[in-house]
Nanobody, 125 residues
């Protein structure tokens, strides 16, 4: 099991940037794919991006590609989500999640094995 703790959320003005962090712990982190999701009020949780611990390969939701960048620091066991050009529509709780690496990206909520507690991002207009 992987334990995940997000940080870095907060209030930002439209057009601004934020970087979220997800600290991971557990004995077999290298065997997981790390993911970011978000959930806005009244909406379903949606996939943003994923990265493999092993090679740093990435995969993005088409709607998020370009403004959001996922990265990892293996030495710190931390995954990041850099978010640029934020709009009020990006307001949501952002979650870090881990799924076992089986050789393909699985980006559904049901495929995740572990979740963080979430961090709130609020973008003001």
């Amino acid at each position: 099991q992987v334990q995940l703790v997000e940080s870095g959320g907060g209030l930002v003005q439209a057009g601004g940037s934020l970087r979220l962090s997800c600290a991971a712990s557990g004995r077999t982190i290298s065997g997981y794919i790390m993911n970011w999701f978000r959930q806005a009020p009244g909406k379903e949780r949606e996939f943003i991006a994923a990265i493999t611990w092993s090679y740093g390969s990435t995969y993005y939701s088409n709607s998020m590609k370009g403004r959001f960048t996922i990265s990892r620091d293996s030495a710190k066991n931390t995954v990041y989500l850099q978010m640029n050009s934020l709009t009020p529509e990006d307001t949501a709780v952002y979650y870090c999640a881990a799924t076992r690496d089986v050789g393909v990206f699985r980006v559904t909520v049901s495929a995740m094995d572990s979740w963080g507690q979430g961090t709130q991002v609020t973008v003001s207009s």
